[in-house]
């Protein structure tokens, strides 16, 4: 099965820079996602990583170590609209699982 | 072009009766996946279906059922429901390839009483 960790909660100043660590341990390793979700609405696509390394997206970048169960998102020059969870799932197994999502918190 | 559609948006069941919940995938997508979202657990895996077959199933109890058509629509059933089901059932739909995402649609938040 799979097994997702990221921490709870997370806060940070406008203008900033956070990093969400990511480890998992799962079977059939077929790519990490990264989602957003604002209160109330559905999760959406930020990234995805299925080799090492690091993919970077305008503001958002993430990175992937598969011999290490390990993946990062990091947010840049923090705004007040990113304050939302932000998920990791891993795909395996024809599955996408989710770890139970890091709440960041930007403040002015 | 049109996202994921999931019908109906918002529904009030009493325990016991049964439930069906619609999603239409993005146009050539063949691939829809069920997540249950509660505030305790987070996102759950349900299903998983490509090209009318399930793929994978999550640890829910038999209640849960789903099917694909050949339209790539796709619908899940929740018979006898309980309070413990009320949640955000959550609808995703992707590409063969799998590494586009996947797209999740609004929702549809049941309530049980």
């Known amino acids: 099965g799979q097994n997702i960790d990221q921490p709870t909660e997370m806060t940070a100043t406008e203008g900033a820079i956070v990093q969400i660590n990511c480890t998992y341990q799962t079977s059939g390793f077929n790519g990490l996602f990264w989602y957003q979700q604002h209160a109330g609405e559905a999760p959406t696509f930020l990234s995805y990583n299925v080799l090492d390394g690091l993919e970077e997206k305008g503001r958002f970048s993430s990175f992937l170590s598969r011999s290490k169960g390990y993946s990062y998102l990091l947010l840049k020059e923090l705004q007040m609209k990113d304050s939302a969870s932000y998920l990791c799932?891993?795909?395996?197994?024809?599955?996408?699982?989710f770890g139970a999502g890091t709440t960041v918190t930007v403040r002015a | 072009k049109a996202g994921v559609t999931q019908t109906p948006r918002y529904l009030i069941k009493t325990r016991g009766q049964q439930v069906t919940l619609s999603c239409s995938p993005i146009?050539?997508?063949?691939?829809v996946s069920w997540y249950q979202q509660t505030p305790g657990q987070g996102l759950q895996f349900l299903f998983e279906y490509f090209s009318e077959t399930q793929r994978n199933k999550g640890n829910f109890p038999g209640r849960f059922s789903g099917r694909q058509f050949s339209n790539s629509r796709s619908e899940m059933n929740v018979s006898t429901l309980e309070l413990g089901d009320s949640a955000l059932y959550l609808c995703?739909?992707?590409?063969?390839?799998?590494?586009?995402?996947?797209?999740f649609g609004s929702g549809t938040r049941l309530t049980v009483v």
């Open positions: 995703a739909s992707s590409s063969s390839k799998g590494d586009g995402g996947y797209t």
């Open positions: 799932a891993v795909r395996g197994d024809y599955k996408l699982s």
């Open positions: 146009s050539g997508h063949r691939s």
